[in-house]
């Protein structure tokens, strides 16, 4: 069974920066993707960034790369999602989640994620 821990999530002003961190245990693949859903009051879930083991590919949602990194922490099977100038409509709750044996094509895809994390609240207001 994996689980997520998620952290790092707060409020912040507009421009200010965060980092989230998710880490997974559990689990025998060695070949997942752990990426980051965020969802907007009233507003459906969206991708934001994933990054897959082993390979380190990096993922982003349109419009975020450029503002947002995902990195990674190997030994601690820590994923990063450090977020730069941020905005209100960056507002949202954010999950970190799991793909098993992922596959570029459909690393954005809700449905392929097979664990989730509570989520993490960020708020970005003055």
């Known amino acids: 069974q994996v689980q997520l821990m998620e952290s790092g999530g707060g409020l912040v002003q507009p421009g200010g920066s965060l980092r989230l961190s998710c880490t997974a245990s559990g689990g025998t693949s060695n070949s997942y993707a752990l990426a980051w859903f965020r969802q907007a009051p009233g507003k459906e879930r969206e991708f934001v960034a994933a990054?897959?083991?082993?390979?380190?590919?990096?993922y982003y949602g349109d419009s975020l790369k450029g503002r947002f990194t995902m990195s990674r922490e190997i030994s601690k099977k820590t994923a990063y999602l450090q977020m730069n100038s941020l905005r209100p409509e960056d507002t949202a709750v954010y999950f970190c989640?799991?793909?098993?044996?992922?596959?570029?094509?459909?690393?954005?895809?809700?449905?392929?994620?097979?664990?989730w994390g509570q989520g993490t609240q960020v708020t970005v207001s003055s």
């Open positions: 990054i897959r083991w082993p390979n380190g590919a990096t």
């Open positions: 989640a799991r793909q098993s044996n992922p596959i570029s094509s459909t690393i954005s895809a809700e449905y392929r994620y097979d664990y």
